[in-house]
């Protein structure tokens, strides 16, 4: 599972980076991965407006939102499988009904 460093380090980190250190150099000093500062400085600059990508408020809205239309769905699913399962079990009339 991956670890989750606290805001101020990674804060501290970008600072670092922006600074003039080399991302090898930061990612060694703090003992993190130079995977992990490169990600952390491509979403810095998705923050700052200078790249293109969505923000971490535009991902978190997304993950929301995605969550609260998963359960009117899967209620929908429910009742069409309750529905074919009470369809099935129904007899029809074989003639008019009036």
């Known amino acids: ?12 980190a970008i600072a670092l980076v922006r ?5 090898t150099k930061t ?13 952390w400085v491509k979403q810095d600059r998705i923050e700052r407006g200078e790249s293109p990508g969505v923000s971490t408020k535009e991902s ?5 939102a995605r969550r ?20 099935k079990d ?3 009339p074989k003639g008019p009904t009036r």
């Open 1 to 12: 599972m991956p670890t989750s460093y606290p805001a101020v380090f990674r804060l501290r």
């Open 19 to 23: 600074s003039g250190w080399s991302v």
């Open 27 to 39: 990612a060694h000093d703090l003992d993190v991965t130079t995977t992990t500062i490169y990600n």
């Open 60 to 64: 978190r809205e997304l993950t929301r």
């Open 68 to 87: 609260r239309i998963r359960e009117p769905e899967a209620e929908v699913e429910i009742l069409r499988r309750a529905h074919d399962l009470l369809d």
């Open 90 to 92: 129904m007899l029809r």
